[in-house]
């Protein structure tokens, strides 16, 4: 192996061979300007949320919170559907980060 310039580290070459394509991608997004927040509130209000908290720390009741939320934005916030223009596969956001 050679070294890697004035280094005592070797060089390592390789090559990749992978396929590469693009696709159409739909993404699914709730659409909030169209949820009904009334039910959402009406809902959060209903519960005894001093029973629900009760005898557990605070992680838990935020994590228990927001998993109550989730199920109701899920029933009362309706989804989006979105296409995307056609991209490459390999292309996603932490590529685009890096560059």
Known sequence: MEHFSTSDHNMVEFQLVLETGVSDAVIYKYDFNR???????????????CEIFHAIGTLDCYKLFTEKLNELIACHVPVKKFKTKKKCLWFNRNVKKAI
């Open 35 to 49: 949820g009904d927040y009334n039910a959402i509130k009406r809902a959060l209000a209903e519960m005894n949320w």
